[in-house]
């Protein structure tokens, strides 16, 4: 496949791990030294539709994005010397397919080594931490995957103009991002629908964190109010309280370090030094 095509392909899975599991990304994505340093490019990854100037047009496929509230559109710089980075990066932000961990093995400009050398010390720091990770994002790669839902900018201007283009928390104008009110995790069970979108500033975005709306508002009942109405209005029912969903969720969650431990086993027994294994007989 044609790397632009490769591109072209991933984007809608890059730009959902923007709005689901990473909120910094977009910003970082729409950064030229990020681009540069990350893919290679001259340009940057994706470029805000109101920033780009005729002449650069053509650097940029026509294609309008809608990321955490803002519109890009990505650049079509792409020559195959991108794909091994490209690759990479889906891969370290666990969004390759297996056949593209593969081809990003296979590649020739890409020294893999074995097996890396971890002492068990540093072993034993990172472990806890990074499967966590995992499986967080894996439940909440679940939870934004449910149902058939899909929504388009036109709606999401709708919601805009719900919230009378202010912040849904505390009411400033401005610079809106796209905010979860119920977070996207094993504990609340937000999940990625329109009925559960709804305008922030920056402040309020990076304040509330992992919090609920309700959590969050608690001095501020007309806005808790006002958003449970808004979700109303979209057919949005939380699926908070729901014991079945936490007990399949618990069980994904379970099943990702389950995975990890029966990989390390297979890779442990494979490359385990084994001074006693008798010598083959022809
Ligand atoms: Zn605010």
């Not at 002449?55 to 519109?71: A, C, D, I, P």
């Not at 893999?112 to 010390?121: E, G, I, K, L, T």
């Not at 629908?193 to 509330?208: E, Y």
């Amino acid at each position: 496949m044609a790397i632009g095509e490769l591109v072209k392909q991933h984007l809608g899975t890059v730009f959902n791990y923007c709005d689901t599991l990473d909120h910094d990304e977009i910003g970082r994505l729409l950064d030229r030294q990020y681009s540069l340093k990350t893919f290679g490019l001259s340009f940057p990854f994706c470029k805000l539709v109101d920033d780009i100037v005729p002449s650069e047009s053509k650097r940029y496929w026509t294609n309008v994005y809608l990321v955490r509230g803002v519109r890009v559109r990505v650049t079509s710089q792409w020559t195959e010397k991108h794909r091994p980075r490209f690759l990479a990066y889906l891969a370290a932000k666990g969004l390759a397919t297996e056949a593209e961990a593969l081809a990003l093995e296979a590649s020739p400009k890409r020294k893999v080594r074995a097996v890396p050398h971890v002492s068990s010390r540093q072993n034993a720091r990172y472990r806890g931490n990074a499967i966590g990770n995992a499986q967080n994002a894996f439940v909440r790669n679940i939870l934004s995957r449910i149902g058939t839902e899909s929504f388009s900018e036109r709606d999401w201007q709708a919601t805009k103009e719900y919230f009378e283009h202010r912040c849904a928390y505390c009411g400033v104008e401005g610079d809106l991002v796209i905010e979860h009110a119920i977070p996207i995790n094993r504990e609340r069970l937000g999940e990625h629908r329109l009925g559960n979108l709804i305008p922030a500033c920056r402040s309020c975005n990076a304040k509330k964190a992992d919090r609920d709306f309700r959590e969050f508002l608690k001095d501020t009942p007309e806005a808790i109010m006002r958003i449970e109405a808004y979700m109303d209005s979209r057919n949005y029912v939380p699926l908070e309280n729901s014991e079945q969903m936490s007990m399949i969720l618990n069980m994904a969650h379970g099943e990702v370090a389950a995975l990890a431990d029966r990989y390390v086993a297979i890779i442990n027994e494979l490359y385990a030094p084994s001074p006693a294994a008798p010598e083959q007989v022809e």
